[in-house]
Each structure stands twice: as C-alpha cells, then as structure tokens.
C-alpha cells in the first residue's frame, strides 16, 4: 500500500511547526544513533530494492547518482568484512544525507497508482 | 420543395469552399477542410524538421517524445483516455515539418485538439521517459531504417546532395550523444506560434479555431524558425548492405522551389502500370527480370531532389537496370514525343488530384504550403502542369541532368560505379 517507502508520519509532522520543533532534535538523534552514516550510507541506501518499483526509481538516477551509490555499497561491505566502522573522515555528514532516492520512487508509486486507476476504471455512458 | 432547394444552395456552398482556407488565429495558422467524412483528424503541424535541429537526431528524438507526459496528464493517461474515446494517435517526421495527428470520432474534438496542443505548449520532457520510451524507440527506428536499402540510399542521397540543413538524417545517428536536454531546448526553440499550423478534415473551420485559439492563449509570440536556404552539391557514395535488394540511387537536385516539370518527368518515366497485370508505357517498362526502377520525387519548399532508385537481386542486373533508367532519363532531357508529355501530364494531375482524396495527401499537399501562404489550393497545382510544353520539359529535365549528380550504391562491392552507368 505505501510502497518501498513504508509509511511515514513526517509529512505530518513537518506540517505542524511545534510538533516539527520538537521532534526534529530527536529525528536527528534517532538518524545518528541509528549508525549507518559510519558506514558511509545516506539513509535512501536502506530501502529494500528488491522490488519491480525501486530498481524502476534506481534506474531514474543519474550515472553519477548510480555510481556513488554502488560506490558507497562497496565501502560498506569492505567495512563489514573488517568488523569495524569506516575512519571518521569518511562518515556520512548529516548535510550529505539527503533523500536523493526518495522523489523517483514517489513519481514511480504515482505512476503504479495512476496504472492502477486506470486498470479499474469504470466507464460511464455520456449523458 | 424549399427543403430541396435549401439542401442544394447548402452544397453549392459546401463545393465553392470544398478545399480549405488558411486563417490565422492569434498567430497560429489553421486551415479545415469538411467533406462531411464520419471521422475527424487534426494534424498540428510543427517547423520542426531535421533541417532545422542544432544537433544530428534531436527532431527524430522529439518525434518520439510525442503524446509523453505533459501538464494536463501523463503518458499513461493520454494513451488510455485516447482508448476510451477510441481514437488514434501518431506522430511523424519529415525534413521539413513534425506532424503530431489525432484522428478521431466529431464530437471528442475538444479532447484530441488537447492532447496535440498541450504537447507544444506543456510538454514535460522528463529525463527517465527519454531513457525509457523515447531512446529505445529511437534506436530501434534507426535500426530499421538502416535495413531497408531503400530508406538507407535516399536518406544518405539527401546527405549529399544538400549536405546540411535538408542533408541532415530523418534517423538519429545508431549511437548517439542525445540527453533529454537536447530536446528540451529544441522544443523551446521551435514550439512558437509562428512556427505552428493546425489542419483539420472532417471538422468545421470555426469549431476548430476556436479550440486552437484557447490552447494557445498562453504561447509566446515569437517568430518562426528558419534555416539556411538550400544548394545542390551532388556526389558518390558506396555503403555495404544489411540484406535487401541491392540498390543504388541516381538523383539529381536543383535549389529553388519545385517545378512542375520535375513531377511531369516523375510521372513520364514512373512504371506503376494504369492497368492491372501489364507493363505500362513508361520508357522504363522493359527492364530484366527481378529489377525495379522507381523514380522518386522529393519537393521541398526551396529545393528539390528527383532520382531514380533501381533496385535487383544481383550487382550485374542492377547495373544492365540502372543503364536503362539513365538512358531514358538521358532520351527525355533531348526530346518528348506530344502524346507521351500528354500522358506525363494528365498522370501527374491524376497523382496530384487524387492524393487530395486521403488524409494523408491532405496534409501533405496543405503541410507544403500553409507556411509560406502561397495558394493552398489544388487548382493552381493542377494548371501548373497543364503548362508544362515539350520544350519547357526537356528544358528542365536538361539542366536537371548538367548538375552533378548524386550517386548512391547500398549493397555488394560490385555494385556498378555511377561511370559505370553512363553518368
């Protein structure tokens, strides 16, 4: 139903502005503590891409887009194999972190939706 | 009685104004021809040519970009809101123009006019329907052509006989550099109001300026595009064949604005038989088995490219093939016997007449003239011709031959050379 996306209450959230003043301090806190930036991960890396939805948004990417982010897949897997995190210089800054994934999913979801509409559109005489 | 004769006054009027006027709508020309036809089509015809792109395969990558998502709906939505209504949609592209057509049942005009306008005026030209539609339908098209030995010799004929502008390829290049940016600021430059026609058949003048005027309220005023006027240059190429027939292409170009020698002389040496199962009376009607001659005329609005396309099975039939198609080409620029001119002439006004009839030849015959606002109508075509004379016949068909000509062979290495055919 949401997608690869999963269900989010942050579109709410950021509407309200006392409810986004409090609870932005603790998103970034839960985003840190959270330990993929020490793997040099963003956190669109994290979603589940086997699926037909996302490997249609990762191939929206721009090659430059595409080759960073196998590029950081390779850091971190090198990472693991060494059981420890990447040096601190090369952690995910929290300026880095940006959805750089998240809008070619949404206009891949809106297109799956838009399909389905379609799908099982009912058709009505003119009147 | 009066019923009757309100009916007849009614058609006098539908025949005195039976081929269409052009009329321009806040800077977009429209022109409508209704014979009553049970279905309607609209052409939106763009300056948009592969004479006018900055770069090799743009214009073919825009063709392709065709009905792709725009501000009122997506690709999807057009597709099946085009279904539900049951009409058809295609784009195609010439040196000269890009025609995007919708045809279409009367009443779901305000629909389709729509659909074809919003594509010059909204189109969205996003970067993943370049990758995922447009390109592998580019190539694929490229590929095509690049197989059929015919589409390959006039395509690369036209590359040498103009060189650029109208030499440049209907086809994009098999591998290209072409980014969706491209295209987007080809569209920008091309999808003005003074470079946009609408021709409509099958539905009223006054219904459709309506619908154009609205759609483009919003569109800037600018000037339309323009290129380079065209020279002839001529020349020889050979290019190995992917399968076919082997083929080789005899053309020669003249720079100026089509004559009405030239389609005389098309239709003089044309082989189409006007009776089924017999040979006609072309001077090309007896050639070896397995060949094809077929003249090919090609007018455009300063220049125009006439040939002669042999095609056959083997090299040394194409060559015994091409020998006879340059020797009756040759006999014509010397002389024309009266009656032969007269069957010349009377089969070109018949070609002329009755391309009138489908949709098709409609826009093709108003597509040529629309821009430049010369007489659209299909009289002044028909009495150009009857006044071509024997002389005025071979006059033309003479300095057509005393250029260089444009010599392209598609297939084996043994492929005769143009000497070889007594060029």
């Known amino acids: 139903m949401f997608g690869p996306l999963g269900l989010s209450l942050a579109p709410y959230v950021k509407s309200s502005r006392t409810l986004s003043k409090w609870v932005t301090p603790l998103a970034k806190w839960y985003a840190n503590a959270m330990g993929y930036r020490k793997y040099g991960f963003k956190y669109d890396d994290l979603i589940t891409e086997e699926n037909d939805e996302m490997q249609r948004a990762i191939n929206r990417l721009t090659p430059r887009e595409r080759y960073d982010r196998a590029f950081r897949f390779k850091r971190a897997s090198q990472a693991s194999v060494l059981h420890a995190p990447l040096p601190k210089e090369e952690w995910t800054k929290e300026s880095e972190d940006v959805r750089y994934l998240e809008p070619h999913i949404q206009s891949v979801m809106q297109e799956v939706k838009e399909r389905r509409d379609w799908d099982t559109l009912v058709v009505e005489r003119r009147k | ?423």
């Open chain 2, 1 to 423: 009685m009066l019923a009757a004769r309100a009916s007849t006054a009614r058609n006098a009027q539908r025949l005195a104004r039976s081929f269409a006027t052009v009329v321009d709508t806040t800077g977009v020309k429209v022109a409508a021809v209704d014979y009553n036809q049970p279905t309607a089509s609209v052409t939106v015809l763009v300056k948009a040519g592969s004479r006018f792109e900055p770069k090799n395969g743009v214009a073919h990558a825009l063709k392709n970009f065709a009905f792709k998502s725009t501000g009122s709906r997506s690709a999807i939505g057009t597709v099946r809101e085009s279904e539900l209504y049951g009409g058809v949609l295609y784009s195609a592209l010439g040196r000269e123009h890009l025609a995007l057509t919708a045809e279409f049942l009367k009443e779901d005009a305000p629909y389709f006019v729509d659909v074809l306008t919003s594509f010059v005026t909204s189109a969205k030209f996003t970067r993943h329907e370049y990758e995922e539609y447009v390109a592998p339908h580019v190539s694929a098209e490229t590929e095509a052509a690049t197989r059929d030995p015919a589409i390959f010799a006039v395509d690369a004929a036209h590359s040498l006989a103009f060189r650029s502008g109208l030499g440049s390829s209907l086809f994009a290049p098999a591998h290209n550099d072409l980014t969706v940016d491209d295209v987007k600021s080809y569209a920008s430059s091309v999808f003005t109001k003074g470079n946009v026609a609408v021709i409509g058949t099958g539905i009223d003048q006054s219904t459709l300026t309506a619908l154009v005027e609205k759609a483009f309220a919003k569109v800037a005023e600018t000037s339309a595009v323009s290129a380079p006027s065209s020279k002839y240059f001529g020349g020889e190429t050979r290019v190995a064949g992917h399968g076919g027939p082997q083929t080789v292409f005899v053309g020669f170009g003249t720079a100026g604005s089509p004559s009405a020698e030239h389609a005389a002389l098309a239709a003089h040496l044309s082989t189409t038989p006007s009776v089924k199962w017999s040979k006609g009376l072309s001077p090309l009607s007896s050639l070896p088995e397995e060949t094809s001659v077929r003249p090919v005329y090609l007018p455009y609005s300063d220049a125009s490219l006439f040939g002669l396309l042999v095609q056959g099975s083997t090299p040394s039939k194409v060559k015994e093939a091409g020998q006879a198609a340059v020797a009756a080409l040759k006999a014509a620029s010397k002389s024309i016997k009266a009656e032969e001119l007269k069957t010349a002439v009377a089969k070109a006004k018949f070609a002329a007449a009755s391309s009138v009839d489908t949709r098709e030849g409609l826009v093709r015959t108003l597509g040529s003239k629309i821009f430049s606002s010369t007489d659209a109508s299909l009289a002044a075509t028909l009495s150009s011709l009857d006044a071509v004379d024997a002389s005025a016949f071979s006059k033309a068909t003479a300095a057509l031959l005393s250029a260089k000509p444009t010599y392209v062979a598609v297939g084996d290495a043994k492929l005769p050379y143009a000497d070889e055919l007594g060029l």
